[in-house]
């Protein structure tokens, strides 16, 4: 993974720049999934690389016990704060850690991964890794859902664009650059922060990876899971070629405790 830092950099504006994710609807097509793919009741999720907290709170007001589990301590930071304010936080457990290499206490019946969290994992060893932990903490049938930016997005949204993000204490330019021969997308990323009357300049460096289906399908089959839905919307619905994000399900296959 690259470009931890930028997210001590984006804390602050992180929830805001996103307020366009309806958390609300994905929420309704993760419990949708619940019911559908899941044969008991969930009540452990873990919410995997879930940043400042959105998903995670918006699945603790609808009465999941809750792991949050992030890499930066300043979104866990912003996320333990929403809790308290929302009066949560004794219903949420928030760990920093990595992706790659998390540790719970026991396990829960779904693991949830939002916005792309998959792609920071840049190596396929990095990507074997997390996938075989997800497994390891699910319960015996225990579902993951998670999504990716597809094919289509890094070969137009990342080819070589400029974005920029302002509101009032900060300025951001975003500058993307896709190579399609390794998969790789690179994003060089300056933050200009209000410090008093000036402003406060800050550089950093993320880059993600184009999984393509096939391989997703190939590298959870071999970490133990069958793939239930791939999809265009949150885990409903066809899939189309013009999708910008891909949703899958996988169901952790495991023999259940003996008694």
């Known amino acids: 993974m690259s470009g931890e ?25 993760i419990e949708e999934a619940f019911r559908q793919f899941y044969p008991g009741r969930v009540e452990g999720v873990l919410d995997l690389g879930c940043g400042s907290g959105n998903m995670t709170l918006e699945l603790a007001t ?23 304010r ?15 290499s998390f540790e719970l206490y026991g396990t829960v019946e779904a693991v949830v991964s939002c916005l792309d969290c998959v792609n920071h994992l840049t190596d396929y060893a990095d990507l074997r890794a997390c996938f075989s ?20 997005k890094f070969g137009t949204a990342y080819a070589d664009k400029t974005y920029t993000y302002e509101d009032e204490d900060a300025f951001c330019v975003w500058d993307t650059c896709y190579s399609r ?12 922060t209000r410090q008093g009357e000036l402003y406060r300049r800050e550089d950093e460096h993320i880059r993600e990876r184009m999984y393509p289906v096939a391989s997703l399908r190939r590298e959870l089959s071999a970490a133990g899971f069958t793939v239930l839905s791939v999809s265009g919307r949150p885990y409903r619905g066809e899939l189309s070629p013009q999708d910008e994000r891909i949703y899958f399900v996988a169901r952790a296959e495991k023999p259940a405790p003996s008694l």
């Open 86 to 100: 929302l009066g949560l936080g004794e219903r949420i457990l928030w760990l920093m850690q990595d992706m790659r």
């Open 5 to 29: 830092a930028i997210y001590r950099l984006l804390a602050p504006h992180y929830a805001a720049w996103n307020r366009e994710v309806d958390y609300v609807r994905w929420a309704d097509g």
């Open 133 to 152: 932990l997800v497994h390891n903490y699910l319960s015996p049938g225990g579902l993951f859902l998670f999504d990716v930016n597809s094919p289509v």
């Open 181 to 192: 021969k390794t998969h790789l997308a690179d994003f060089s990323i300056t933050l200009f």
């Open 62 to 84: 609808r009465g999941y016990d809750m792991i949050g589990v992030d890499l930066s301590p300043e979104m866990l930071n912003f996320a333990r704060d929403a809790a308290a």
